[in-house]
């Protein structure tokens, strides 16, 4: 579909209704050039709390901060003008309560801009939600490989391989979509689960390792790019293979230094030009 297909402003409930229709593209966005490059492409930049392990080099989402997300935010917020943008709600800043979501969440929607919010869990985020839902927070949901949890799961693994993990959750999707929710992120999930979640949902299902039986689908920019190299998921299709052509760029960079062929002429200022003598009126 050509870019001029989806030319206008796209927002939660524009995302809401495009269940079932054109797949929905998204990507991660941290910073404002990034979000330049990816706006005219991409229906939802997501500001994910993987810039924990993307930009800062933690080994899990669980450091990230709401002052964090809050700044890369309204970074991303100052370089869209066509996607949505939706930050992450970090570890420890939803979990508490309803009322603590709702007041964290419209701290980051007031000083980032941003049209809503994404955190994790299923049913027993449900009634917070519903509580944000309705007091003005569009939410998009995360059900299935919930990383926030990696400690209580014991790694990154996929979901939905057994019977039990699949009811878990199908169940977790129906309650997040009848909470309000208005659409959910499907990560690191079987196949067959994420087809029938998808099937039976009432809003869109946007797949990261979910297959391309969603709705939509979301990739880390970094990933698709070749330039984060930490570790790679299966699911992960590589678009550029970017971190070679930063090294040789530096490395030329360098090699210039060094023989002092950098810089030239052409990037030196010379000496001031003489002031030109002011004529009298
Ligand atoms: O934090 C993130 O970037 C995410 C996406 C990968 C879905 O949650």
Redesign the pocket.
């Known amino acids: 579909m050509s870019i001029a297909a989806v030319a206008k402003k796209q927002t939660p409930a524009s995302l809401r209704a495009r269940k079932g229709g054109v797949p929905i593209v ?1 990507l ?1 966005a941290y910073t404002t050039p990034q979000a330049k490059m990816l706006d005219p492409h991409a229906d939802l930049l ?6 924990g392990m ?1 930009v800062y080099g933690f080994t899990s ?1 669980l450091p990230v901060t709401l002052d964090m997300m809050i700044a890369h935010g309204a970074a991303v917020v100052r370089g869209a003008s066509r996607a949505c943008v939706i930050v ?1 709600m970090p570890f420890g800043s939803y979990q508490e309560s309803p009322q603590q979501a709702f007041r964290n969440a419209a701290r980051i929607m007031a000083e980032t801009g941003c049209a809503g919010v ?1 955190f ?1 869990g299923g049913t027993v985020m449900a009634e917070t939600i519903r509580f944000l839902a309705e007091r003005g927070v569009p939410v998009l949901a ?1 059900v299935g490989l919930q ?1 926030q949890s990696v400690n209580a799961l014991g790694g990154f693994h996929a979901q939905g391989r057994t019977a039990i993990e699949a009811e878990h959750v199908i169940a977790d999707g129906l309650a997040v979509a009848e909470a309000g929710a208005f659409a959910m ?1 499907v ?1 690191g999930t079987a196949e067959p689960v994420a087809r029938r979640l998808t099937e039976l949902a009432p809003i869109p299902t ?1 797949g ?1 390792g979910a297959s391309a039986a969603c709705d939509g689908q ?3 920019t970094e990933d698709i790019l070749g330039i984060f190299d930490v570790f790679r998921p299966r699911f992960v299709k590589r678009y550029a293979e970017l971190s070679g052509a930063i090294s040789a760029a530096a490395s030329a960079y360098a090699d210039d230094v060094r023989a002092r062929r950098f810089p030239g002429p052409e990037h030196t200022y010379g000496a001031a030009a003489p002031e030109k003598r002011k004529t009298q009126a």
Do not use: A, R, W
Not at 46 to 51: P, Q
């Open positions: 998204s991660t997501l500001v994910g709390d993987s810039l993307v989402t992450d994404k994790e995360h990383p992120v990560e946007i990261i979301i990739l880390v």
